[in-house]
């Protein structure tokens, strides 16, 4: 069974710095990886995903996150976040053939400081 | 477009009250997604649709939750009766299937907030 690790519940960065939040995941293939972020009171959106070809994915607002197989991890990065990037981030996985399921890591919550 | 609407957003009722939650799908989307988001538990699948029959509804947690799909631009999610244990946000969310797997991105709805006292 697929499933996702995302080790830090909460994390604290000072505007302008730079940010990665950690995403382990388990499957038995090549998974197709998506990182999603939520925003006090609203949907889930997606910011990037990696299907296969190069393993560095830019997604929207500035976001990049790089697959590394041998470590099984999607991290999501960004070099200097902005205020407006405080919000939950999911990272999820899903599978290649005949199964249109995602699951979902338990989210970390991103706080940013002036 | 409008995105996946949700109706209501705010939804408070009373124990075993019955409750049902609305959904419409981007046009033109063939999969319909029902999620489920605790503090305790996270995000989970509900029920998934695609073409309007229900492919996968392992998530649906007793018998008490029923889905439906009537047509490709609407779906219900109904609780009967309602327990404080189901207090939670519902999403809805919906894709297309250009693809394979899960290759297309799932669009979400802004969600239902369901409080049962």
């Known amino acids: 069974a697929q499933s996702v690790t995302q080790p830090d519940i909460h994390i604290t960065v000072s505007e302008g710095a730079s940010l990665e939040l950690r995403c382990n995941y388990s499957?038995?293939?090549?998974?197709?990886l998506f990182w999603y972020v939520q925003s006090p009171g609203q949907g889930l959106q997606l910011l990037l995903k990696?299907?296969?070809?190069?393993?560095l994915v830019q997604g929207i607002k500035g976001f990049e996150a790089e697959f590394k197989r041998s470590q099984s991890s999607f991290n999501l990065r960004k070099p200097s976040v902005h205020w407006s990037d405080a919000a939950e981030y999911f990272c999820?996985?899903?599978?290649?053939?005949?199964?249109?399921?995602?699951?979902f890591g338990t989210g970390t919550r991103l706080t940013i400081i002036p | 477009d409008a995105g996946v609407i949700q109706s209501p957003r705010h939804e408070v009722t009373e124990m075993g009250q019955e409750v049902t939650l609305r959904c419409k799908p981007i046009?033109?989307?063939?999969?319909l997604f029902w999620y489920r988001q605790t503090m305790m538990r996270g995000l989970e699948l509900l029920i998934y649709f695609n073409n309007n029959v229900p492919i996968d509804d392992s998530g649906m947690p007793e018998d008490r939750f029923s889905a439906k799909m009537p047509n490709a631009s609407f779906s219900t999610l109904k609780i009967q009766p309602s327990e404080p244990r189901d207090s939670a946000v519902y999403f809805c969310a919906s894709k297309a299937a250009t693809g394979t797997g899960s290759t297309d991105t799932q669009y979400f709805g802004p969600g239902t907030r369901l409080t049962v006292l």
């Open positions: 499957y038995g293939a090549t998974p197709y």
């Open positions: 046009s033109g989307h063939d999969y």
């Open positions: 999820a996985v899903g599978a290649v053939f005949g199964n249109e399921k995602l699951t």
């Open positions: 990696y299907f296969s070809g190069d393993t």
